[in-house]
């Protein structure tokens, strides 16, 4: 697509659910990312993407989080047993070799 | 992996006049740089980035930024600001393959009438 797409927008969930976070990068961009920004903060790293494989992942923050990429294009990010303090804006971004990062608009997640 | 420090969290300025936004990094391999904006309730557009040949690097909307690789600078600046700059800038640094990128805190830059 033109642009990087994340889905959905907007996801309001409770306490203790589990959530799926979806990223479309730009055809052909190797790297994929994701972010998490709260209000007032810079994009926190998350993990990172090349091709299939997480060639980064060290900012989860535990183990509730996990993120796949199995064909090397879309990425999701799950998380389970959401908790209040997961409410945050979740970015992805994507890249190819040498070029930067394009970022999409974000999904807001907000655990009640 | 590589870190970056922006010094400055908030900026107000006056309209017209001149600033600065500071962003120094740590990296322990040869680095890309980027400012990101942005802008209230949008996502993050790219301002400019350094990947390699002259330090002074030119950007959208009349910014430009320079690499000082012994100080490990990438500051940003623009010699006359407009109201519609206010906005959220980020520094970002990545390693010379463009991989695992980190970004600052952020500096609010409020430009007054």
């Known amino acids: 697509g033109a642009g990087v797409s994340q889905t959905p927008s907007n996801k309001v969930t409770e306490k203790g659910k589990y959530v799926e976070l979806r990223c479309d990068p730009i055809?052909?961009?190797?790297?994929l990312y994701w972010y998490r920004q709260s209000l007032g903060q810079g994009p926190e790293f998350l993990i990172y993407?090349?091709?299939?494989?997480?060639?980064?992942d060290s900012g989860l923050p535990n183990d509730r989080f996990f993120a796949v990429r199995p064909e090397g294009s879309v990425s999701t990010l799950k998380i389970q047993r959401t908790e209040r303090g997961d409410s945050a804006v979740y970015l992805c971004?994507?890249?190819?070799?040498?070029?930067?990062?394009?970022f999409g608009q974000g999904t807001r997640l907000t655990v009640v | 992996a590589q870190s970056v420090t922006q010094l400055d969290s908030q900026v107000p300025v006056f309209e017209e006049a001149p600033v600065e936004l500071r962003c120094n990094y740590s990296?322990?391999?040869?680095?890309?740089l980027f400012w990101y904006v942005q802008y209230p309730n949008q996502g993050l557009q790219l301002l400019l980035k350094?990947?390699?040949?002259?330090?002074l690097v030119k950007g959208i909307n009349g910014f430009e930024a320079e690499f000082n690789k012994s100080q490990t600078s990438f500051h940003l600046r623009k010699p006359s600001v407009h109201i519609s700059d206010t906005a959220e800038y980020f520094c970002?640094?990545?390693?010379?393959?463009?991989?695992?990128?980190?970004f600052g805190a952020g500096t609010r830059l409020t430009v007054k009438p």
């Open positions: 971004a994507s890249s190819r070799p040498g070029g930067p990062a394009f």
């Open positions: 055809s052909g961009h190797t790297a």
């Open positions: 993407f090349q091709g299939t494989g997480a060639a980064d």
């Open positions: 990296s322990s391999v040869s680095v890309y």
């Open positions: 350094y990947l390699s040949g002259s330090t």
């Open positions: 970002a640094v990545s390693d010379d393959n463009n991989n695992d990128m980190r």
